[in-house]
């Protein structure tokens, strides 16, 4: 079985800013969250977890699989989609016309990527390898697998999993220390 789980709180988040891959930890809300997902899902049977290297997901994989025989093998593919010059932004969604707010309301329309930002099709195409090479495999041999992501990321894999068309990209709601499974 597949699953994925997305990173706890951080301050970005609390004040809605656009983390994408800037290295921002869990706040202390977002440890607590980790902590009451390790007593939610301590019985759920997980072979190997593969983690974004960024410190909020590794924080929460750590947290989560806290005395617990089980592996965190970071993996670069696993960090959280880029969104260029925009990272740190704000309230976007309150600036009118703001060009990184594409990505959110039309992403359908979002081609090129926007102040440095990552398009789609980079971002499934790097998610899309690591399935491939690293989780099918393990699938194949019976194994259960986390992944401990985020928002896009986690995104991402679903919609490459249930072949939703881009326009469905944030179509399943991604919430924090919630597991889903693939």
Known sequence: MLYLMRHGLTDWNREHRLQGKTDIP??????????????????????????????RAYETASILLKNRDVPIITDDRLSEMSFGDYEGLAYSFDIPDCPINLIFQ???????????????????????????????????????????????????????????PIEEFWSNGIPQCKIIEM
């Open 26 to 55: 869990l706040n202390e809300e977002g440890r607590k969250m980790a902590e009451a997902a390790a007593d939610e899902y301590r019985d759920l049977h997980i072979d190997i977890c593969y983690s974004s290297p960024l410190k």
């Open 106 to 164: 039309k992403p359908g329309e979002y081609k090129t990527p926007i102040g440095g930002s990552e398009t789609f099709e980079e971002l499934f195409k790097r998610t899309g390898s690591f399935l491939k090479e690293v989780v099918d495999p393990l699938l194949e041999q019976g194994k259960d697998v986390l992944i401990l992501g985020h928002g896009a990321l986690n995104s991402s894999i679903i919609a490459q999993r249930k072949n939703l």
